[in-house]
Structures are given as structure tokens and as C-alpha cells.
């Protein structure tokens, strides 16, 4: 299912000036197109010292534990509000996103998530289609670089590597509690299962575990090897 996208088009044009991409600007993301952002982001994260040597042969770093000091040992040092910040990358969205009613036209995310993420977004909308993304949702857009503590703790959330976006905010709160199958019934989250599993084969964890099998804070999508 080939369809014009803007956003690859833009793409494009910047992989074009790398002097990486010699196709037309046709805004079809085809073989040519996804070589030239390959190469783009293997000379990114080579460019990223201390990264290169966690770099997996698939191109995607590995994922880490969720204490504080193995996300530093794979994406450095965590951003501090008002002082230093994490090597982030512009990422372009495979579709149009909003970020409260508001088109955004990057996702500012750690470098080194920009592959899996894009890979992730991407693989969404080519198995369910733009009209499903909407319809669930998941172009809603709720931030991803963000230095501040976890929700009621004291350790440092995932958004202060930017290495975790949210999506669809509103009906999938922190308290709100979700289960496969239960998406759509008053009182639960709304993710959509499929939604999780493309995520998970690109290295995110969606929401965290509750007792008694159920998850919540489901619009947390992470790069954090947690169940
Ligand atoms: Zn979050």
C-alpha cells in the first residue's frame, strides 16, 4: 500500500542534502528511501561517542534494565532540567502526529531510539492504516523528552534520557487500568493490543505491571526491558 507521505517527503529533501538519497522526491517511502535514513542513522549513532559499542547488529541498542544506572550505561547520562541534555534526534513522524491539538513535525527522542521508533510508527502504519492509527488515537502525541522524576517517585522517569514517548494520554492515564481484550469498556485503557506487540518487537515496553494482571499508564511507550 504505497501512498503519498509528506513526511517522507521531507524526509527525503533532508536525506537528499546528507547527499545520501539520489532518488525523486515522491514521498513514497520504497527501498531507496528507507537505505538512505539506514546509513544516516548508522553515521549518527557512530557519531555518538560512547554509544557505538552497544550498538546490537540489528542497529538497535540493546535494551536496558529499568534501574537508573543501565539506562546511563546505554544512553548516558540522563538530561537535568535547566542544564545538560541528551543527544537527540529530530524525528521525523510516519504519519501526522499532534501534541494537544498541535501538528508537530519532529519528535525530539534519544538518538539512539530514533530507529526502532521510527521502525516501530512506521510498521503501525503499514499493517492497520491511517484511518485505524487515528481511530485509536495513537497520532496523539504527549511528549517524549521530559527531565523530571517518575510520576509520585524519586528515580529519574524514562523521559529524562528521552527514550519514552506517550501516546493518547487522555484514555491512558497512570491510574487507569488496562487488560487485552478490555480496550473499549467504561473504566479501562484504551492501547490497542496490536499497538503493544509492534512495539515490543521494536524494543518498547508499554505501561508498567500492576498486581493482579492487569498494566497501566499505558500511553508510556519505552525503550526499558521491563515487563
Ligand atoms: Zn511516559
Same mark, same amino acid.
Given at each position: 500500500?504505497?501512498?503519498?507521505s509528506h513526511s517522507?517527503?521531507l524526509?527525503?529533501?533532508?536525506?537528499?542534502?546528507?547527499g545520501?538519497?539520489?532518488?525523486?522526491?515522491?514521498?513514497?517511502?520504497?527501498?531507496?528511501?528507507r537505505?538512505?535514513?539506514?546509513?544516516s542513522?548508522?553515521a549518527r549513532f557512530k557519531?555518538?561517542? @560512547?554509544?557505538?559499542?552497544?550498538?546490537t /547488529?540489528?542497529g &538497535?541498542? %540493546? #535494551?536496558?534494565?529499568?534501574?537508573a544506572?543501565? +539506562?546511563?550505561?546505554?544512553?548516558?547520562?540522563?538530561?537535568?532540567?535547566?542544564g545538560?541534555?541528551v543527544p537527540?534526534?529530530?524525528?521525523?513522524?510516519p504519519?501526522?502526529?499532534?501534541?494537544?491539538?498541535k501538528?508537530?513535525r519532529?519528535i525530539?527522542?534519544h538518538?539512539?531510539?530514533?530507529a526502532?521508533?521510527?521502525?516501530a510508527?512506521?510498521?503501525?502504519?503499514?499493517?492497520?492504516?491511517?484511518?485505524?492509527?487515528? @481511530?485509536?488515537?495513537?497520532?496523539?502525541? /504527549?511528549?517524549? &523528552?521530559? %527531565? #523530571?522524576?517518575?510520576r509520585?517517585?524519586?528515580? +529519574?522517569?524514562?523521559?529524562?534520557?528521552?527514550?519514552?514517548?506517550?501516546l493518547?494520554?487522555e484514555?491512558?492515564?497512570?491510574?487507569?487500568?488496562?487488560k487485552?481484550?478490555?480496550q473499549g469498556k467504561p473504566?479501562w485503557a484504551t492501547m490497542?493490543?496490536?499497538?503493544?506487540k509492534v512495539?515490543?518487537?521494536?524494543?518498547?515496553?508499554?505501561?508498567?505491571?500492576?498486581?493482579g494482571?492487569?498494566?497501566?499508564?499505558?500511553?508510556h511507550?519505552?525503550?526499558v526491558?521491563r515487563?
Amino acid at each position: 500500500m504505497a501512498t503519498y507521505s509528506h513526511s517522507v517527503y521531507l524526509q527525503q529533501s533532508t536525506l537528499k542534502k546528507e547527499g545520501r538519497y539520489k532518488g525523486v522526491l515522491d514521498g513514497f517511502d520504497g527501498p531507496k528511501t528507507r537505505a538512505a535514513f539506514k546509513s544516516s542513522l548508522n553515521a549518527r549513532f557512530k557519531s555518538h561517542p @560512547g554509544s557505538v559499542r552497544f550498538v546490537t /547488529a540489528d542497529g &538497535y541498542p %540493546p #535494551r536496558p534494565a529499568p534501574a537508573a544506572a543501565w +539506562k546511563t550505561k546505554v544512553f548516558g547520562r540522563p538530561g537535568v532540567k535547566g542544564g545538560r541534555g541528551v543527544p537527540q534526534a529530530k524525528l521525523i513522524p510516519p504519519f501526522p502526529m499532534y501534541y494537544f491539538g498541535k501538528r508537530i513535525r519532529t519528535i525530539g527522542c534519544h538518538q539512539l531510539i530514533e530507529a526502532p521508533l521510527y521502525n516501530a510508527l512506521s510498521e503501525l502504519l503499514r499493517l492497520k492504516g491511517l484511518a485505524w492509527i487515528k @481511530g485509536h488515537r495513537l497520532d496523539q502525541y /504527549a511528549g517524549c &523528552y521530559n %527531565p #523530571r522524576n517518575s510520576r509520585g517517585g524519586t528515580s +529519574k522517569s524514562d523521559h529524562s534520557w528521552a527514550i519514552a514517548i506517550d501516546l493518547d494520554a487522555e484514555h491512558n492515564g497512570n491510574h487507569t487500568p488496562w487488560k487485552a481484550g478490555n480496550q473499549g469498556k467504561p473504566g479501562w485503557a484504551t492501547m490497542p493490543t496490536e499497538a503493544v506487540k509492534v512495539f515490543r518487537k521494536h524494543g518498547f515496553q508499554v505501561g508498567f505491571k500492576n498486581s493482579g494482571g492487569t498494566r497501566r499508564d499505558m500511553m508510556h511507550i519505552s525503550y526499558v526491558n521491563r515487563t
